[in-house]
């Protein structure tokens, strides 16, 4: 059985008021804004910006007067 036609026999073993609260999810979900929507990524958008590099100290312990704010 299809995960489909599963979901349908599942719908159909709801009642009235399960139903409802489905249909009231289904609905709101669609009139939520675009923003409130998850995007696509777009590979290579930023790849004119060049290679990015990291600090040949990078996984260094910071100094005390870092964390001391001296």
């Not at 489905?22 to 979900?29: A, G, R, T, V």
Request: no cysteine; hydrophobic share 35%; glycine share 6%.
């Amino acid at each position: 059985m299809s995960n489909l036609s599963s979901l349908i026999e599942q719908i159909k073993q709801l009642n009235d008021s399960e139903r409802q609260q489905l249909i009231d999810f289904l609905q709101s979900e669609q009139d939520k804004p675009e923003a409130s929507k998850p995007k696509q990524r777009i590979l290579g958008l930023h790849e004119h910006l060049g290679q990015g590099w990291m600090a040949d100290d990078f996984d260094n312990e910071l100094p005390d007067s870092f964390w001391l704010g001296k």
